[in-house]
């Protein structure tokens, strides 16, 4: 099992950024795909996650409207399109493959190896 982030980058406020992260070992659509992000001296926050038996999505409410999470079964990968980027919004993003949505890390069991976001003012 494994997970594979990659994107990110640098961008100024008000921009866009995705990050992709392809399974390996397992069908994506099988599991739950959080996604959490951690800024320095901060703890582990989740930003979202989609479900494995309807797809459906939650935010966490400080993304809500400008981040979107979608899941290509095909390519096996799931896809976090952050939209209208703050520079609070700078963080290593992490995806997470658990059994079921969860804003907890705790509940999510193999880790993608993060990817850095940084959003200049």
């Known amino acids: 099992v494994q997970l594979q982030a990659s994107g990110g980058g640098w961008v100024q406020a008000d921009g866009s950024l995705s990050v992709s992260c392809a399974a390996s070992g397992f069908s994506l659509d099988d599991y739950a795909i959080g996604w959490f992000r951690q800024a320095p001296g901060k703890e582990r926050e989740g930003v979202g996650c989609?479900?494995?038996?309807?797809?459906?999505?939650l935010y966490a409410d400080s993304v809500k409207g400008r981040f979107t999470i979608s899941r290509d079964n095909a390519k096996n990968t799931a896809v976090l399109q952050m939209n209208s980027l703050k520079p609070e919004d700078t963080a290593v993003y992490y995806c997470?493959?658990?059994?079921?949505?969860?804003?907890?890390?705790?509940?999510?069991?193999?880790w993608g190896q993060g990817t850095q976001v940084t959003v200049s003012s």
């Open positions: 989609i479900s494995s038996s309807d797809g459906s999505v």
């Open positions: 997470a493959q658990g059994h079921y949505c969860s804003d907890l890390p705790r509940d999510f069991r193999s």
